[in-house]
Each structure stands twice: as structure tokens, then as C-alpha cells.
């Protein structure tokens, strides 16, 4: 199974960006999906995730009302959708796959992880 993210770039505070997650080598509805950042000198942190079905998502508080997460299983494809960003969201974006059928915040409930897309936010 690998995950190809992409979408990242540089862009202004208040700018919005829509990342996406490829899922290859396995159907991605057999899996939950999620999206996690990792800021300079900071841990992983997960942002939102989203069941197999797309029924069940949820979006991690900081981010809540800025950040929404969906689905597209007929193009084994997830999505982070930004907006108002701002230079704290400076992270590189990982997307991840878990086995769980529920959404877990627990990055080491996920087997499989994308290589990362880089989202840099100007002042």
C-alpha cells in the first residue's frame, strides 16, 4: 500500500489549500484515512480523519472551522481542504492509512503513512 500526497506550497496568511492523498495498491475504502502535520521542532499532530465509509470524520480542535476533511473512494483519494491559514499551519502534511474502522488520533494506529507535502504560510 502507498499513499502519494501532494498540494502543498507557499502561501499567504488567509489563503486556503486543498491537499490530496492517493491510495494505491489496495482499495482505499478498506481503509480510515487520515491527515497529521509535523511542524519545524514539534511532534506529530493529528489534524482530522475520516472512516472508510465517509459517515464518521473528525477534525482535531485546533484546526475545527478551518480545516475539513472528505473522501472520494471511487478515486482512492482524501483531501485536507484549508483555508484561513495562518504561519503557525507551517508543517509538513502527512496523510495516513489505519486498519481501525473508526477514526483513531493515535498516530501509531496507522500502518501506512505518505511521504509528507510541505505547506509553508507566509506573514
Known amino acids: 500500500v502507498q499513499l502519494q500526497a501532494s498540494g502543498g506550497g507557499l502561501v499567504q496568511t488567509g489563503a486556503s489549500l486543498r491537499l490530496s492523498c492517493v491510495v494505491s495498491?489496495?482499495?482505499?475504502?478498506?481503509?480510515?484515512l487520515a491527515w497529521f502535520r509535523q511542524g519545524p521542532g514539534k511532534e506529530r499532530e493529528f489534524l482530522a480523519g475520516?472512516?472508510?465509509?465517509?459517515?464518521?470524520?473528525y477534525v482535531a480542535a485546533p484546526v475545527e472551522g478551518r480545516f475539513a476533511i472528505s473522501r472520494d473512494n471511487t478515486k482512492n483519494t482524501v483531501y485536507l481542504q484549508m483555508s484561513g491559514l495562518k504561519p503557525e499551519d507551517t508543517a509538513l502534511y502527512y496523510c495516513?492509512?489505519?486498519?481501525?474502522?473508526?477514526?483513531?488520533?493515535?498516530?501509531?494506529?496507522?500502518?501506512?503513512w505518505g511521504q509528507g507535502t510541505l505547506v509553508t504560510v507566509s506573514s
Open positions: 475520516i472512516s472508510w465509509s465517509g459517515t464518521s470524520r
Open positions: 495516513a492509512a489505519s486498519t481501525f474502522p473508526y477514526v483513531q488520533r493515535d498516530n501509531n494506529k496507522y500502518n501506512y
Open positions: 495498491g489496495h482499495t482505499a475504502s478498506s481503509f480510515t
